[in-house]
């Protein structure tokens, strides 16, 4: 599998924007984009996917380059119930598992 | 409302004994999936399977034996042979979402050795 490479925490004040940072330079024409948030104390939840083309959905963006080594999740207004470990996972179309690294955890302030 | 059952939430065990931590789902998927996580740490997967009455060993297999006899429960067994077995376990099923297989989760059990 290829390897994601992720800061380990980040800040951010409420109602900020948050541009989450991902490395991917092994990534291969194959591989999706996923991004997981785990809450403390509870199971990872899914929260966006892409292959190419940035995309959208009511949680996030996710803004992916065009050479595609780097991907970015953006949550538009920070909240506190944001505050959790984010996983960025790349995970070839054919294959049949999702490896999770460490990921970045979030403090939001108020 | 359609989603993972994990339990039981908190279980406690003595050394030597084996436990089985309860997945049942109801989403109608296909796969499901097992993982370990410690404190602090990422997510390590244990056994996944893809239909009934086929599994594979994830990367931290050794000391667990799982069995997938419905499509809807997928049970793990912490067996006296795991060395080190307190963990949160968290059971996972995934569905194909445009072009991607993408996981739900339970809300994992806790376990813990005395």
């Known amino acids: 599998d290829a390897k994601t490479t992720q800061p380990n925490s980040m800040e951010s004040n409420e109602e900020e924007p948050v541009h989450l940072p991902c490395n991917h330079s092994?990534?291969?024409?194959?591989?999706?984009i996923h991004w997981y948030r785990q809450l403390p104390s509870q199971g990872p939840e899914y929260v966006i996917h892409?292959?190419?083309s940035n995309v959208n959905n009511r949680m996030a963006s996710l803004a992916i380059a065009e050479d595609r080594k780097s991907s970015t999740l953006i949550l538009h207004r920070a909240t506190l119930r944001d505050a959790a470990v984010y996983y960025c996972i790349l995970r070839d179309v054919y294959a049949d598992k999702l490896i999770f690294g460490t990921g970045t955890r979030l403090q939001v302030f108020p | 409302d359609g989603g993972i059952t994990q339990s039981p939430k908190y279980l406690f065990r003595k050394e030597g004994q084996n436990v089985t931590l309860s997945c049942e789902q109801n989403l109608n998927h296909d796969a499901m999936y097992w993982y370990r996580q410690d404190p602090g740490q990422g997510l390590r997967l244990i056994y996944y399977s893809q239909i009934v009455n086929d599994f594979q060993k994830g990367d931290i297999a050794e000391g667990y034996s799982v069995s997938r006899e419905k499509k809807e429960s997928f049970p793990l067994t912490v067996t006296s042979a795991q060395k080190n077995p307190t963990a949160f376990y968290l059971c996972a099923s995934s569905i194909l979402l445009s072009g991607a297989n993408v996981l739900t989760f339970g809300a994992g059990s806790r376990l813990t050795v005395l």
């Open positions: 892409g292959l190419t």
């Open positions: 092994t990534i291969s024409g194959t591989d999706y």
